[in-house]
């Protein structure tokens, strides 16, 4: 999948994992397209001046953007950041092209890269300093017309996850302190990694309000010939899809790749023995109708004909790599005209003549696909605790749960969670205190306010500050 690099936080990504960001992107760019947004490409510089241009949405963030301040042996005559996200970078041309309401909705998207340089401990996939995204950027003339964007590049984003990745996510919207700072509210999909009981956000999906426009003075005279300031949205999903993927399948032979996004979906692998020629023609002439018959049917099909390894070398390395399904075919299977097939997930056999083998392919790669989800929702679902009282709270995330808690949902209280669940866990280990560039802090985050929440009753107390009621259900977690 990966490679290392010299660089810290940077990463080399091969074949195997870029084939499956093609794949993502191949799914999210035909949805993004339905709805008419157009692909395009900003420079990836971007001046002090400019990035400056919107205080409250670098302020926060300024540490994280990394500067070319040189070219060969001179210094350049100003700074030039590297872009983090482009929201200054595209908005000055917006201010170009946006005159009237029938110049909107203008809805954009690139497919890039983007640099933020954390001090975080890095991660593979989850925290990288240079990764590949898409970025939307929509600008509408109604606050509404927004809304409802807002909410079905969310779907988009859920569906990534769900339908192509078998990973179940959560959608909700932020608190006000996890909120983009630059911008409206945010809406985001958290996931969850059963083997760490960590929590992770998958994608967001902002509404900007009309800020940005303010700063940025795009204006448009709508249908009354009144000046007005458009309403703009801006979303993203990254390469960190990967990452989720392969934390919530793998297993101890390595990765488990969902049949949709798997580059290769069925490997089969003969198994040779000394034999005749004619029976060696037979197996190899088998292999090949396999192949031309699954090839035909859409099916990712590779035959791994290779003399230099024999089958339980073959057997280790496609496991590793996380191939959905494995076809043996021996001297036996040959005579009998069946082949055997191995499920990656499960390791179940089972003995399919030809005559069906297209059929069963399929089938099983669609069962396996539903079942990784089924798998990971319930391991998610077990993993979701609901919580009323403190007393309760740290043990739960211990326990490596996501806790659902009713809440006040007022900044004050949400920074006291943070606060006071890092003491307790810390206390509970034994430390005195944790490196701020932990990968995996013990302080709890509110993760968001799911859209699906059980009812709350009215006059329920807020769970950490009880003389307050609670306003919503808010789900907490340790995350990455
Ligand atoms: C790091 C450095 C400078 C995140 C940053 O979520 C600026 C930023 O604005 C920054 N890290 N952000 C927020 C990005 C917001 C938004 N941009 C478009 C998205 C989705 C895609």
């Not at 101890?252 to 798997?262: E, F, H, Q, T, Y």
């Not at 035909?296 to 070398?313: E, Q, S």
């Not at 806790?403 to 005195?432: I, M």
């Not at 995996?440 to 699906?452: G, H, Q």
């Amino acid at each position: 999948m990966i490679d290392f690099y010299d660089i810290s936080g940077c990463y080399i990504l091969r074949p195997w994992s870029y084939s499956i960001w093609e794949a993502i992107q191949d799914f999210l760019d035909g949805q993004i397209k339905t709805l008419g947004v157009q692909n395009c490409y900003f420079p990836m510089f971007v001046s002090e001046a400019r990035l400056n241009a919107e205080k409250d949405h670098v302020e926060g963030f300024a540490p994280e953007v990394a500067w070319v301040t040189k070219s060969g042996d001179g210094e350049l005559n100003e700074p030039i950041a590297i872009r983090p996200t482009s929201e200054t970078i595209m908005y000055p041309a917006f201010a170009n092209w946006i005159h009237s309401h029938r110049d909107l909705p203008l809805k954009l998207n690139q497919w890039n890269n983007v640099v933020r340089w954390e001090f975080k401990h890095p991660t593979p996939f989850l925290r990288t300093r240079e990764f590949l995204w898409q970025e939307g950027h929509t600008a509408h003339a109604t606050l509404a017309e927004a809304d409802k964007e807002v909410m079905q590049i969310l779907g988009f984003y859920a569906a990534v996850y769900e339908e192509l990745l078998a990973v179940p996510v959560i959608p909700g919207k932020k608190t006000e302190k996890e909120k983009f700072a630059g911008g409206h509210y945010t809406t985001t999909v958290e996931a969850y990694i059963p083997g760490t009981g960590r929590a992770i956000q998958g994608a967001t999906s902002h509404n900007l309000g009309q800020n940005f426009g303010k700063m940025f003075k795009i204006e448009f005279e709508d249908q009354n010939g009144q000046k007005a300031i458009p309403w703009q949205n801006s979303w993203g999903l990254t390469t960190r899809t990967i990452g989720v993927m392969v934390m919530v399948h793998s297993d101890d032979k390595g990765l488990v790749l969902p049949p949709r996004i798997a580059p290769i979906q069925c490997v089969i692998v003969p198994i040779v023995v000394k034999q005749s020629d004619a029976a060696n023609k037979a197996q190899a002439d088998m292999c090949a109708e396999m192949v031309a018959a699954l090839g035909a049917a859409g099916i990712r099909v590779k035959l791994d004909d290779r003399t230099n390894y024999n089958p339980g070398w073959k057997y280790n390395h496609w496991e590793l790599k996380g191939v959905p399904l494995r076809i043996e075919v021996g001297p036996r299977d040959v005579e009998a005209r069946q082949a055997r097939c191995v499920r990656r997930d499960t390791n179940e056999k089972e003995d399919v003549p030809m005559a069906c083998l297209t059929q069963k392919v399929a089938l099983l790669l669609v069962t396996m696909q539903h079942d990784l989800l089924s798998k990971a929702r319930k391991s998610r679902d077990d993993n979701i605790v609901k919580v009323w009282e403190w007393k309760d709270f740290v043990p739960a995330l211990q326990k490596g749960h996501m806790v659902l808690t009713p809440f006040c949902n007022e900044t004050e209280f949400e920074e006291l969670v943070k606060d006071k669940s890092k003491a307790e866990a810390l206390a509970a280990l034994g430390q005195e205190t944790e490196d701020e560039r932990e990968a995996t802090p013990v302080a709890a985050k509110t993760l968001c306010i799911p859209f699906d929440a059980p009812e709350l009753p009215a006059g329920t107390p807020c769970f950490v500050a009880p003389e307050k009621p609670a306003t919503c259900w808010v789900l907490w977690g340790r995350s990455y």
